[in-house]
């Protein structure tokens, strides 16, 4: 939930390139974005559900999955807007999921 959020944070950057953000008409404007509100709307839910999740789980066991978010938001972004992704991504991304895996068995 948290990639997915990240992903329309990127996207309501992106429109505030594209119109005039200064001032207070500008930063309404911004505000009342969809994607940022629908982003805003994701990290809600995600806390909530974070706080669920952490009633069966203890933190240590829960926040190693947190690091997903370090894999996941990349790929998006390779996907929805096109951004490189180098041997250093890969390898570090192989790091991440094993290192997750060493800690979670």
Avoid: C
Wanted: hydrophobic share 55%; no cysteine; charged share 10%.
């Amino acid at each position: 939930m948290i990639s997915a959020g990240q992903i329309l944070f990127k996207l309501a950057g992106n429109r505030i390139d594209g119109r005039e953000a200064t001032g207070l008409a500008g930063l309404i404007q911004t505000l009342f974005d969809p994607f940022l509100l629908t982003a805003f709307a994701i990290y809600g839910s995600a806390t909530v559900l974070w706080v669920y999740v952490l009633r069966y789980l203890t933190l240590s066991q829960a926040y190693p999955f947190m690091a997903l978010s370090f894999v996941l938001v990349p790929l998006a972004s390779h996907v929805f807007f096109g951004e490189t992704l180098g041997l250093r991504y890969w390898l570090g991304a192989a790091l991440l999921i094993s290192g997750m895996m060493v800690m979670n068995t």
